[in-house]
Every structure is written in C-alpha cells, then in structure tokens.
C-alpha cells in the first residue's frame, strides 16, 4: 500500500512561495539612517551620503534634511562603506557598515571645513604613493620641529649672554634640521653682524629675507648692517623697503636712514630723512633733535634748526640732549 502525499506536496509548495515573496520585502527593511554635523556640532543641510557596496558593486544615493539628517531604506543584504561629502568642507567615510533587518544602522559624521579632495579609496596607485611621501615627509618635519625649537631657544639665550659664537653654532644646528627657518637665519645674522662678521652676516640677512620678504624688521636690520658697512645706497634702499612694508614703523625707519646718512657725510640727505621721520610721527623727539644738528651747519637752514630744537626741548626725554639744544639755540640766535 503506497502513501500519497499530494495534499502535503501542494501546501509544502504553497508555504514555500510565500516565504520566498516574503524575502524582498524583508530585504528592503535593511536601514542606514545618521546625522552630519560641522565642527561646531551644527547641523550641515544638503551633505551628499553615498552608500556604496565593497562586496558587490552598488550604490545608492541621498542627501541631508535642514537638521543634518539623512535616511535610506531598502538597502540589501551586504557590507557598506558610507562617504560623506558636502561644499566647503573635507569629505569623510566610514567602512564595514552592515545593516541587518533587526536593526537600524546608524552612521554619524562630524565635518571640518576645508576643501573637497580624493579619499584614500579614490586614488591611484601613483596618488597614494604620494601622500603617503607627503605623510612620511610631515612626520619627520614634526619630529625635527622639537630640535629646531630648542636650538634656536639656546641660541637666543646665549646671544642675549653676549656669547655670540655660540650663538651662531646653536643656530647652525637648528638650520641643520631645518634650513628654511627665516627667523632663525635673521638671529643667525645678527649675531655674526656684533661678532663683526659683516659679510657673512649680510649673506644671512639675504637668505632671511628671500624666506620672508613681508619682515620689515629684517629689512631695517640689514639697513644698519649694511650702514655699518658704508654701503649707505644700499642701505637707504633697504630702510625704504621696510617703510613701505610696514608704514606704522616708517618713523623708525627714515630716523635710520637719516642715521646712516649722518654717518657718511651727508647732512642735507640726512635732514630730509628726518622730515620724513616727523612726518610721519609728529611726535618722534630724537628726529627733531638730529633735524637741528644737520640744519644747524647751514646758514640758511638756522631758523628751521633752532624751530626744531625747541621742539626737541618741549617732548625730548634725554637731560643731555636737551641742555645741547638749549645751548645750541643760544649760539644760532647769536
């Protein structure tokens, strides 16, 4: 007697089918679901998610509300990687994301400001070699960043001990780690210029200032540098460099210019750069004074000499400085 199963067979079939039509739905239940947020955990409207698949090619695309959020439903069974990306700031990723049907799945970011750029994933071999040279390069400059720091701070210390060999060898070490360090270059300089190295000490300033040439400072030094070493062309260009820089210091630079004229000879230059000194700081002392000593040796330029040494004598700060004046103006009123 055989068995017959027909009635079985056909229910068997039946639950079959409604299991299988009840897979895709399932399936679409899968969720990601998250949040963008900006460096000041404010909300980023319009970020771009894109859902990606690593273990089959897929993907899927949708964009932040005005709270930041972002939801995707019916993303099939497998392994994501999520990328964020929105305007005017460094895309972001997250990898090995695996929604499952009994749970949400969620995906936070938080974004810097900055540009867009390839992630690591986007690159070719060529372009990740290069940023990991890049990388490898920054690392060994910050590693070096420590030792320049603490020779430049030693040589700043011995300098200001007067130990200006020292000095200069405390920041060779520091140019050693890193050459390209214009400050420690201009300190190099100075410390050769008073150790009376001057030709050195004017190649250093020259470096110093191909690596910044904004510095006014730099260029002023070199001006007194290149004053003590009677090229006075030279250093009446690099004073007026350094006042058109900086015209806060013009002051001080036209007082330096007229200084280096001073010392070449030059008494009719010099008091045309103190003008320019006054004028631009009405109340700059020592320029009115070194005004009245230039003008003072030209009979026509006596009044403007004795106007100006009064003027030194009503602001002026030196006790010496305003008795020569004073006895000055007695001899020109003569």
Do not use: H
């Amino acid at each position: 007697m055989s068995i017959r199963f027909r009635g079985f067979g056909a229910l068997g079939l039946w639950l079959a089918a409604a299991v299988l039509s009840s897979l895709p739905a399932l399936a679409q239940n899968r969720i990601i679901r998250g949040k963008v947020t900006d460096d000041k955990d404010q909300p980023v409207n319009g970020a771009q998610i894109l859902i990606q698949g690593t273990d089959v090619k897929r993907e899927y695309k949708v964009n932040t509300n005005k709270k930041g959020e972002y939801f995707y439903m019916g993303i099939p069974y497998g392994v994501y990687r999520v990328i964020c990306r929105a305007k005017g700031f460094q895309p972001d990723f997250t990898q090995g994301v695996q929604p499952s049907i009994a749970e949400e799945k969620e995906v936070n970011f938080k974004l810097n400001p900055g540009e867009d750029r390839k992630l690591p994933f986007e690159m070719t071999e060529q372009e990740l070699a290069r940023v990991k040279e890049d990388a490898a390069k920054a690392e060994k400059q910050k590693q070096s960043v420590g030792e320049v720091k603490a020779s430049f701070d030693a040589g700043i210390q011995l300098a200001g001990q007067g130990k200006y060999a020292e000095a200069v060898d405390s920041f060779k070490k520091a140019l050693e780690k890193d050459p390209e360090q214009p400050y420690v270059l201009a300190n190099m300089a100075d410390a050769l210029s008073r150790m009376d190295k001057n030709d050195e000490a004017l190649a250093t300033y020259q470096k110093a200032i191909a690596l910044k040439p904004d510095d006014s400072a730099m260029y002023t030094n070199m001006g007194v540098l290149l004053g003590k070493m009677g090229k006075t062309q030279e250093s009446q260009e690099a004073f007026k460099k350094a006042a058109t820089i900086n015209p806060a210091a013009a002051a001080q630079n036209f007082y330096n210019l007229g200084a280096t004229m001073v010392n070449s000879g030059r008494a009719a230059d010099a008091a045309e750069a103190f003008k320019q000194a006054i004028a631009a700081d009405p109340n700059y002392a020592e320029a009115y004074y070194q005004l009245g000593i230039c003008l003072s040796g030209n009979q026509a330029s006596i009044p403007d000499a004795i106007k100006a040494l009064r003027k030194y004598m009503e602001i002026g700060q030196k006790p010496d400085q305003i008795e020569v004046a004073k006895q000055l103006i007695q001899a020109l009123g003569k």
